[in-house]
């Protein structure tokens, strides 16, 4: 050593610690290789001012020396963080050599001890750490220390050519596979933590062994999240999808459901796909049942056509959209959609149902459309809002029927005297869904029957069932008074007068028309009240 060196030397000795500071900095730069220097270095290190002994560090990191190693450790668990990050520093300068002394020294410690380890090994190349951080995870237990190690991992990974990639992956495998590590769930799930950063296509097959054992959730999970990351070749598909299955069958917790669903809609689907879906219908999972569904549609069969009718009422409106979109696939859609239609109870869950009904146009058979007919007309009655949407898709689907069961049901309600219900029934023919004049005719009789029937001008302007009748007079094919006549079951003779009465001061064939219902009354009830005044109106109107 020269005596200006020797100089430096004396002033780490000195009572003024920024000269203390400045010697250790100028020793650091000019005697890296002189072994003396590093000792004086090294006790400086160990003196009682938290200035100097940083500076000592930072000088002993500059000498790059192995054997300062020494001097530097106890730093290494300094409560000073300053402190204790120039040492770090200086060790990671002295190169990977020193790590099995550093690791010696620090992997039994607290969770401190062990993170300030982990900050060392960031500081060399990851094929150079890699061994010091899987051993760390094997032991250890705090998630901060294993969460610290991973993310470390992971920060790395970026940078690494193909080749590292698959080198740090082999390496990763052959450590996961060890009997100590398959028994510590904990260190398990890490290496798997690695290895899915890697993104290795070569770590497939040890995912999909280990998916095949017996392993907890948490290790199956992220075996299936490594898988995700990776391209699967379709040879390993159906092997890998019956796996899946299984794991589905057999565990049923969310986190792992989802990370399995997630492979399974990336796999091509085998033939058995529609025995796997019927199978998983029932699953807690919903995210299950919806793939099931999904694949219902693409199966396409009538069978699955019947099993998804079943879920038509989900309380998830998200899954009877999924539902709706594989039952239109299968040939029976428009059948099923037709039968499950009274089991509906939600107006919103109806509207879609009745829209794809209308686009597939089922053909209906007689019992069934009678059938959805009086299921409407309860829920028309009931005030259901679903009922006008059914029976605009009832009379879309056969008009004629709906046209016949209108005016059947109107009909039969006459008979028992519910004329007001019938006039109801009949309102639902507007359009061209029954023959009109014969629809009209019932609707005007049903309005007649339960009207004010006050001989006054004014009382009978008001009453619309006879701007009805009016309207029928030329259009019944058979005489409107001939008809009226042989419905002498519904109306009596002061009912017929009525009509006379007022029909017969009218032009024309409405004059006829009343005048042939009072002729009527005059020839076939002539001692009647209503045959006498019958006669007398006639007269009175020139007839």
Request: net charge neutral; hydrophobic share 40%.
């Amino acid at each position: 050593m020269d005596s200006t060196l020797k100089k430096v030397v004396a002033m780490l000795s000195s009572p003024d610690e920024e000269i203390q500071c400045a010697a250790a900095k100028i020793l650091g730069e000019l005697g890296p290789e002189n072994a003396e220097i590093v000792r004086a270095l090294g006790q400086a290190a160990s003196g009682s001012h938290l200035s100097v002994r940083c500076a000592a560090l930072e000088a002993l990191g500059r000498t790059k020396r192995p054997d300062a190693l020494r001097f530097v450790l106890p730093h290494l668990t300094s409560p000073q963080v300053g402190e204790r990050s120039r040492a770090v520093s200086a060790v990671a300068s002295m190169g990977p050599e020193v790590l099995p002394a550093v690791f010696k020294e620090l992997f039994k410690g607290e969770t401190p001890v062990r993170l300030t380890l982990l900050a060392i090994l960031q500081k060399f190349a990851l094929n150079e750490g890699l061994e010091y951080g899987l051993h760390l995870l094997a032991s250890a237990e705090e998630t901060e220390v294993i969460d610290a190690v991973c993310e470390a991992f992971h920060a790395k990974v970026d940078g690494l050519s193909e080749k590292e990639r698959g080198s740090i992956s082999e390496k990763v495998r052959k450590w996961a596979g060890k009997p100590p590590i398959r028994r510590n769930e904990t260190a398990r799930v890490a290496g798997l933590r690695l290895l899915g950063a890697l993104h290795d296509p070569l770590s497939g097959p040890f995912y999909v062994k280990l998916l095949e054992t017996e392993a907890s959730p948490r290790v199956l999970r992220h075996a299936l999240l490594g898988l995700g990351k990776i391209s699967i070749p379709e040879r390993d598909h159906p092997r890998l999808w019956n796996v899946i299955l299984h794991l589905l069958r057999s565990d049923q917790s969310p986190n792992l459901v989802q990370a399995a669903t997630d492979i399974l809609r990336r796999l091509q689907i085998p033939s058995s796909v529609e025995k796997d879906a019927l199978d998983l219908l029932g699953h807690s999972d919903p995210a299950v049942r919806t793939l099931a569904v999904q694949w219902l549609g693409e199966a396409a069969s009538e069978e699955a056509g019947e099993a998804l009718g079943k879920h038509l009422s989900s309380p998830d409106w998200r899954m009877r959209q999924v539902v709706l979109s594989s039952l239109r696939k299968c040939p029976n859609a428009g059948l099923v959609l037709l039968r499950h239609l009274e089991t509906l109870e939600d107006a919103e869950q109806l509207s879609p149902i009745l829209q794809l009904i209308l686009e597939l146009k089922p053909t209906v058979s007689a019992s069934q459309f009678a059938k959805l007919f009086r299921h409407a007309l309860a829920l028309r009655q009931a005030s259901d809002r679903r009922a006008d949407s059914l029976l605009a898709v009832l009379s879309a689907l056969d008009r004629e029927a709906y046209g016949r069961h209108v005016m059947g049901d109107a009909k039969n309600l006459m008979k028992k005297g519910a004329f007001q219900e019938a006039a109801a029934c009949l309102t639902l023919l507007s359009g061209p869904d029954a023959p009109p004049a014969e629809s009209k005719y019932l609707l005007a009789l049903a309005r007649f029957k339960v009207s004010d029937k006050g001989l006054g001008r004014a009382e009978r302007e008001a009453n619309r069932s006879l701007a009805l009748f009016a309207e029928l007079v030329d259009n019944l094919e058979e005489g409107l008074a001939d008809k009226l006549i042989q419905d002498r079951d519904l109306l009596d003779r002061s009912e017929i007068y009525y009509l006379g009465f007022h029909f017969v001061e009218q032009l024309g064939n409405l004059r006829q028309f009343g005048g042939k219902l009072l002729s009527h009354l005059v020839k076939m009830s002539p001692r009647s009240p209503e045959g006498r005044d019958a006669r007398n109106k006639l007269k009175s109107a020139g007839w």
